[in-house]
């Protein structure tokens, strides 16, 4: 197709940032991450050239948790990883669609992952996952790429006029379909936004000391819901301390349920997310019923559950289907392919985690397998500041989520979105009555405006 786009270049650059507080999940506080920004230029079929962007933070306490390895060294070989992809996308052969071009370069990412981390002698090596993580820069930016080239939104190139059907991608039942049958066609003019309760946060002002930001930003849970009226929260959990976990439930709940009413807001909502730390699903079981007993409201509130185990869902194939019939078990890091798509489900798990870092293209294609199969997604973040922001937003608007999308990096890295973006995206950087204003969302790509952000 004449919409199909030959790379001819791509840029990778670094920025390191500090954490405005400790983000504490599961088992593991980041205090200090890189940023990757990438910027793809490509020529369509009728000579036209245009750039397009992408970032992501570098989250190596995330994708790539293993103790035996530190932060730094496993930092470096994701940088690496990051540089290597984006070269190996800049001699793709052929003009092709991104979704294409990620599918095609997956395996050879595999690949390069590995290799990558032998030559550094990095063992365990970077699961898949941190590879992911890698690549979602480059995938974003030349779907970015992809709609400014053809003069286009980019949500909107996903149709018959501009790809292949999904048989391609996953298989005979979706013959004749396309991605775009299964997004909304317009950006939703607001969207929930989900507040991220850490590990360390601080849930009342009375907890606050001197160790605390004085920079006249939220610090305590009961600041920021005052400030932003946020009523979607999701509860970090410690997955291995079952009377904490319940009164940490609790507690945001009898916070949100004590301001929110002050704001004229009676919508509450909470997640719950222990980032695998859980033994086995009938810890979880065991907090929903207890919770329950102490306050039913709270019990009620709660949207679904969030990755209890282990990512590796062959490790022990927990059968989640006794949890799942209690709340919805949204599966997260497990979730790096189709074919763990596929096996969560087998497993009994209620539905999937979005993410932009996993890759836009492959998030088109699970939000497409999930729709179909009537299983609910989130959108969630990984803390995503800058162009990552605005990237992750825009999808949680495009995209049927169970609710909204998560954004946190106005609690932790705040300074790693710039005055710009700050200026012309300011419905999505500060959130009003709990949600997210899209409006800024406009022209080509996917909506960053980058003319004014350069201005």
């Not at 669609?97 to 690949?111: G, K, M, S």
């Not at 999904?166 to 039942?173: E, F, I, N, T, V």
Request: net charge negative; charged share 25%; proline share 4%.
């Amino acid at each position: 197709m004449n919409s199909d786009i030959q790379i001819k270049e791509i840029e990778v650059s670094f920025e390191p940032f500090v954490a405005r507080t400790p983000l504490k999940f599961g088992a593991v506080v980041i205090e200090h991450i890189h940023f990757c920004r990438v910027k793809a230029t490509v020529e369509n079929g009728r000579g036209e050239v245009a750039d397009g962007w992408g970032g992501i933070f570098i989250a190596d306490n995330w994708a790539w948790p293993t103790p035996e390895l530190g932060h730094e060294d496993k930092e470096a070989a994701m940088m690496e990883v990051a540089r290597l992809y984006a070269d190996m996308a800049a001699t793709y052969p052929s003009a092709a669609h991104p979704i294409d071009i990620f599918c095609d370069l997956e395996d050879d990412l595999r690949t390069m992952n590995e290799e990558a981390c032998a030559q550094r002698d990095l063992v365990p090596a970077q699961p898949f996952l941190g590879a992911l993580v890698c690549a979602s820069p480059v995938d974003a930016a030349l779907h970015d790429a992809f709609g400014n080239v053809n003069s286009i939104d980019s949500y909107d190139g996903y149709g018959s006029d501009f790809m292949s059907d999904l048989s391609k991608y996953l298989g005979a039942d979706f013959k004749g379909k396309y991605v775009n049958d299964y997004i909304r066609s317009q950006y939703l003019p607001q969207i929930p936004i989900f507040h991220l309760v850490g590990g360390l946060d601080k849930l009342t002002q009375a907890e606050k000391d001197e160790s605390d930001p004085d920079d006249g930003k939220p610090v305590s849970l009961d600041e920021w819901i005052r400030a932003e009226g946020m009523y979607c929260l999701k509860v970090k959990l410690r997955g291995n301390d079952l009377d904490w976990d319940v009164e940490r439930v609790l507690a945001v709940h009898r916070i949100g349920r004590r301001e929110l009413p002050n704001l004229g807001i009676e919508e509450l909502h909470l997640t719950a997310d222990t980032n695998e730390q859980c033994e086995n699903p009938d810890y979880i079981i065991e907090m929903l019923h207890k919770i329950k007993e102490q306050s039913e409201d709270c019990y009620e509130r709660i949207l679904y559950i969030e990755q209890p185990t282990e990512r590796d869902l062959t490790a022990h194939r927990y059968d989640m289907t006794e949890l799942s019939q209690l709340k919805p078990v949204i599966v997260d890091e497990s979730l790096t392919d189709l074919e763990s798509f596929e096996l969560a489900v087998e497993l009994g798990w209620s539905g999937v985690a979005l993410k932009t870092c996993k890759g836009h293209s492959a998030d088109m294609l699970f939000a497409a397998k999930a729709r179909e199969l009537g299983i609910p997604y989130a959108l969630q973040d990984l803390t995503n500041p800058s162009l990552a922001l605005i990237h992750s937003v825009g999808m949680g608007a495009r995209l049927y989520t169970i609710m909204g999308v998560e954004a946190n990096s106005r609690q932790f890295f705040p300074d790693a979105t710039t005055e710009a973006e700050q200026r012309v995206h300011g419905g999505i950087f500060n959130v009003r009555r709990g949600q997210a204003d899209t409006s800024s969302l406009q022209g080509t790509g996917l909506g960053y405006q980058m003319d004014k952000l350069r201005d």
